[in-house]
């Protein structure tokens, strides 16, 4: 049986394997994903760190994240059913702006005497503008 891509291949896999209302909320989870905006997660990566150091960063910054957060409902909804996150390349100036929104974690980096390098936000639907304008990480 190939990998389901959607709650709908699922439910038409498993069949008669369900409930009617166990398909009903499959259904209905899946409508609500296509109309709601998707949460995301912001990481923000100070521009100066080399790319072996600000690869380990991100990925300190999605554990200390997940630690802060796995008990909040929404962070468990985005981690089951989302999972989108952005990673933006910041200047110092940006880096500190982004500070002045709730909902982050800082991670430092013992190879730069303990610097703060990465900032993670709790993944949410709605994002301030600010955002929208850091440049993606690529």
């Known amino acids: 049986m190939k990998e389901p891509q959607s709650s709908r291949e699922f439910i038409d896999q498993i069949g008669a394997g369900i409930s009617e209302e166990?398909?009903?909320f499959?259904?209905?989870s899946r409508k609500r994903q296509l109309t709601l905006k998707p949460f995301k997660e912001y990481i923000l990566?100070?521009?100066w760190m080399d790319i072996g150091h600000a690869i380990n960063s991100v990925g300190h910054a999605?554990?200390?994240?997940h630690k802060n957060w796995s008990?909040?409902?929404e962070y468990r909804d985005w981690y089951k059913n989302y999972f989108r996150k952005v990673t933006c390349k910041v200047t110092q100036a940006e880096f500190e702006k982004a500070k002045e929104y709730e909902d982050f974690?800082?991670?430092t980096?013992?190879?730069f005497d303990n610097k703060e390098v990465a900032l993670i936000f709790k993944p949410r639907r709605e994002?301030?503008?600010f955002f929208n304008f850091l440049k993606l990480y690529k």
């Not at 999605?62 to 994240?65: E, R």
């Open 105 to 107: 974690a800082i991670v």
């Open 127 to 129: 994002w301030p503008k």
């Open 45 to 47: 990566v100070l521009d």
């Open 26 to 28: 499959y259904e209905e």
């Open 22 to 24: 166990e398909k009903a």
């Open 109 to 111: 980096e013992s190879a």
């Open 71 to 73: 008990d909040d409902p």
């Open 62 to 65: 999605v554990l200390i994240g």
